[in-house]
């Protein structure tokens, strides 16, 4: 890793100098100029580039600036503990969807945990949790797939007994969620996510089907109308081969029922039944960014957002990179550092990509402590995978706001830690478009209102004049 010497350096790219790259964001005016080891970045008129770089007042104001910015990514890189658990209640689920990281075995055949259990497992997260976060801040639990609404009586029996100690939420497939789970989940104030992959039976039910081959599109939609006054409500869409098309109508199928945080999250290739579906990285960026410009469309005609909250990290992650929210983007990646998952039957993998992975089970919540499970073997190869490692991301000029994920594609897809995952080019495409949005001045239009609520500004590009 680059060591910036603060005094001694007094030109960029030379010797101690800071590394400055520079980016084309495939705008008229403006190109972005980056130092990559500090997410240091700026947007620079194209023919201003020469002048800022060769200005003496730039190099003291990076000088300046440097130590807080590493101080900053570091912290988000290397010093949050653990505040999430995905927990797995049951391995069975009543669908087979096609790109389903959860082995076909598992789901059909698989275990799940008892209510005894599931309190005892409960009783010890308390307790490490108690321990290591600060007096007051509850630790959030996320039920997760299979379909969790399956161990639904376990789940819920634990929901009552420990929410004065946890946040919780659920994804579900929706196809269990009555009336009656409706209502209990919202008393209790549990998020919760729904799947749909799009506007129509056709592109919706393409590749989440049950056993029977049945689509259920056309039974969970109405539910929409039921969760979109709920604040902890989002619809999670994942983009594959056989929907990327439809997803400019998929939003406007989401905002025509008041969903208002959705996320367009790009197919995990973990297993590999899920790469049958892979789309082609360069067509599925240019429908997301379409996407993307709709909701814009959107909320300049009726005034009302949709945020779709996997690109909001990036451009969190850009704007007030110590407070994005969502792990994947950041190098090292959340799993196993800031949250982990544990299986039906208490074994615990650093994230539920790696749940059909048995070579990353860390240990069991019920048998091991939580502490040395994240210290182990498998949990160090994952928390200490760097961009730093990896070619071609160790330099690529975006590495902090990408991240390389994912860890589980890197090992199962393309043979090791040290490789990138399934997509490059859409995270590239990602990052540009979101720096042309910051070109713009249209940022904010796909924020949720007061995102900056409690940062801090460490570097304001308005107040430059070079
Ligand atoms: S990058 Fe992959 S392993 Fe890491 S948190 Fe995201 S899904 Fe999990
Ligand atoms: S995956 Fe591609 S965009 Fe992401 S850090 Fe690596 S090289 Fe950069």
């Known amino acids: 890793m680059q060591t910036i010497k603060k005094d001694t350096y007094k030109h960029h790219n030379t010797g ?3 590394v400055f790259q520079t980016i084309d964001i495939e705008h008229k005016d403006y190109l972005a100029l980056v130092e990559p080891d500090t997410a240091f970045w700026l947007l620079v008129k194209k023919n201003k580039l020469g002048n800022l770089i060769s200005d003496k007042k730039f190099i003291e104001y990076f000088k300046e600036k440097s130590s807080s910015l590493k101080k900053d990514i570091n912290a988000l890189r290397f010093e949050i503990k653990p ?4 927990l797995n209640p049951t391995e069975k689920c009543n669908f087979n969807c096609t790109y389903c990281y959860i082995p076909e075995e598992m789901r059909k055949n698989g275990s799940e945990m008892s209510s ?3 309190l005892e497992c409960f009783k010890i997260l308390k ?3 108690e321990k290591i976060l600060p007096a007051g801040r509850k630790a959030q ?4 797939g299979s379909e969790p609404m399956m161990n639904r009586e376990a789940m819920f029996n634990a929901i009552e007994k420990y929410s004065d100690s946890f946040d919780f939420g659920v994804q579900t497939n929706a196809s269990m969620l009555d009336e009656s789970a409706i209502s209990f989940l919202r008393s209790h104030e549990v ?4 799947s749909i992959d799009g506007p129509s039976s056709e592109s919706a039910d393409k590749n989440r089907r049950n056993w029977n081959g049945e689509g259920f599109f056309d039974k969970i939609t109405p539910l929409l109308g039921k969760l979109n006054d709920y604040s902890k409500f989002n619809v999670i869409c994942t983009i594959t081969a056989d929907n990327m098309e439809y997803l400019s109508e998929t939003v406007d199928f989401f905002h025509e029922n008041k969903v208002r945080v959705c996320m367009l999250n790009i197919l995990r290739c973990t297993q590999e039944r899920s790469r049958k579906v892979k789309p082609d990285e360069e067509k599925a960026a240019k429908h997301y960014i379409a996407a993307l410009e709709r909701t814009h469309e959107l909320y300049k005609k009726t005034g009302r957002k949709i945020i779709v909250a996997n690109f909001a990290n990036i451009l969190i992650a850009l704007m007030a990179p110590g ?3 969502l792990m994947c983007d950041i190098s090292p990646c ?4 800031c949250f982990f998952s544990v299986s039906a039957n208490g074994d615990i993998f650093p994230c539920s990509e790696f749940v059909g992975v048995p070579e990353y089970r860390g240990g069991n919540i019920f048998s091991d402590a939580i502490d040395s499970v994240l210290s182990s073997a498998v949990f160090r190869s994952m928390t200490g995978r760097m961009v730093e490692d990896i070619y071609p991301c160790k330099t690529c000029a975006i590495r902090h706001f990408c991240g390389s994920p994912c860890p589980a594609e890197a090992h199962t897809m393309n043979g090791g830690m040290d490789r990138p995952g399934a997509f490059c080019a859409f995270y590239e495409a990602q990052v540009r478009y979101a720096l042309r949005l910051i070109a713009d001045k249209r940022e904010s239009d796909f924020l949720w209102e007061k995102w900056d609520a409690g940062t801090e500004t460490l570097f304001d590009a308005e107040t430059l004049n070079f």
Do not use: T
């Not at 959340?334 to 550092?337: A, D, K, N």
């Open 16 to 18: 101690y100098g800071p």
């Open 83 to 86: 505040s999430a658990v995905y």
């Open 116 to 118: 005894v259990k599931m």
């Open 127 to 129: 307790g490490y949790f």
């Open 141 to 144: 639990i996320i039920f997760h």
């Open 191 to 194: 998020g919760i996510g729904i």
């Open 323 to 325: 407070a994005r929210k």
């Open 334 to 337: 959340g799993g196993g550092r």
